[in-house]
């Protein structure tokens, strides 16, 4: 299994679930709201640093972790200026 960190910051996080659930994977775990600093700048929800980023989470069967990772590699090409889509993917030693 691999572990998917989602980081996607713009209006829209059904984008990500919709691909998620688009590749049969309906677990995961989302996190609004979140903060910090990036190679693509600040998200801070002030006005001087506006937006949030949302955090996804989700436990891959291998099978399905290239595949995914390629698709969501194409929707972060892909999305609209003042987007973004980062992702890691990390190795699960144990998943119950």
Do not use: C, N
Not at 3 to 23: Q, W
Not at 65 to 77: F, H, I, K, R, S
């Amino acid at each position: 299994m691999r572990l998917f960190l989602m980081m996607y910051s713009g209006p829209s996080p059904d984008r990500v679930t919709a691909i998620l659930e688009r590749h049969g994977l309906h677990d995961y775990t989302l996190f609004e709201g979140g903060r910090g600093a990036g190679r693509t700048g600040r998200r801070e929800g002030t006005r001087a640093w506006p937006g949030e980023t949302t955090v996804l989470l989700s436990a891959v069967p291998l099978a399905h972790a290239d595949a995914l990772a390629a698709t969501l590699e194409q929707e972060a090409e892909a999305l609209p200026a003042g987007e973004r889509l980062h992702l890691a993917v990390l190795p699960i030693e144990r998943f119950f």
